[in-house]
T-cell receptor
Framework: DADVTQTPRNRITKTGKRIMLECSQTKGHDRMYWYRQDPGLGLRLIYYSFDVKDINKGEISDGYSVSRQAQAKFSLSLESAIPNQTALYFC?????????????FGEGSRLTVL | GIQVEQSPPDLILQEGANSTLRCNFSDSVNNLQWFHQNPWGQLINLFYIPSGTKQNGRLSATTVATERYSLLYISSSQTTDSGVYFCAVPSQGAQKLVFGQGTRLTINP
């Protein structure tokens, strides 16, 4: 089983719908992240969390919200999805409290907004 | 903030060839990671390499922190090596990783 699990893996939805992507991890890491990848582009950080009570915006947080329900769970929500949010979304974890430690990714969630 | 540049952007090789991918970064860092994104989109950790050289099978990586670059070597390439290779370094304050734009490697049979 994967250490970092994302659900759903694929989702097609319509403009205006609310979507939640969920991430859970068994690595025991404190830090969790959500990244977005668009075709042919690199990874951009949406939100990150260093513990349950800590949430931070990344480069492209507009249109997204997150919830850190527990140390092991970090969900990403699109309150009203729009077509330009069509992308591949990755959850990631790292465990180094003192700096940006080694990052481990989930398998990705491919979202299509029609 | 810190800038990360990877070269070349694209590389096409025949199976069995060797390749060198480069990652330059604009500021001092205390760690660097290399990832492989396979054609199915999965991101796989290759190396966590603050400095020095590490090897894993046909792959090796060298980071020269004082000169602000890292190299990823792939020897005897196989078609399964195809995909995009990313390097990433900590941002200022080390709270998150900054990614390069990647090198797309295509290995033809």
């Amino acid at each position: 089983d994967a250490d970092v699990t994302q659900t759903p893996r694929n989702r097609i939805t319509k403009t205006g719908k609310r979507i939640m992507l969920e991430c859970s991890q068994t690595k025991g890491h404190d830090r969790m992240y959500w990244y977005r990848q668009d075709p042919g582009l690199g990874l951009r950080l949406i939100y990150y969390s260093f513990d349950v009570k800590d949430i931070n915006k990344g480069e492209i947080s507009d249109g997204y919200s997150v919830s850190r329900q527990a140390q092991a769970k970090f969900s990403l929500s699109l309150e009203s999805a729009i077509p330009n949010q069509t992308a591949l979304y990755f959850c990631a974890t790292s465990g180094n409290r003192g700096g940006a430690g080694e990052l481990f990714f989930g398998e990705g969630s491919r979202l299509t907004v029609l | 903030g810190i800038q990360v540049e990877q070269s070349p952007p694209d590389l096409i090789l025949q199976e069995g060839a060797n390749s060198t991918l480069r990652c330059n970064f604009s500021d001092s860092v205390n760690n660097l990671q290399w990832f492989h994104q396979n054609p199915w989109g999965q991101l796989i950790n290759l190396f966590y390499i603050p400095s020095g050289t590490k090897q894993n099978g046909r792959l090796s990586a060298t980071t020269v922190a004082t000169e602000r670059y890292s190299l990823l070597y792939i020897s005897s390439s196989q078609t399964t090596d195809s995909g995009v290779y990313f390097c990433a370094v900590p941002s200022q304050g080390a709270q998150k990783l900054v990614f390069g734009q990647g090198t797309r490697l295509t290995i033809n049979p």
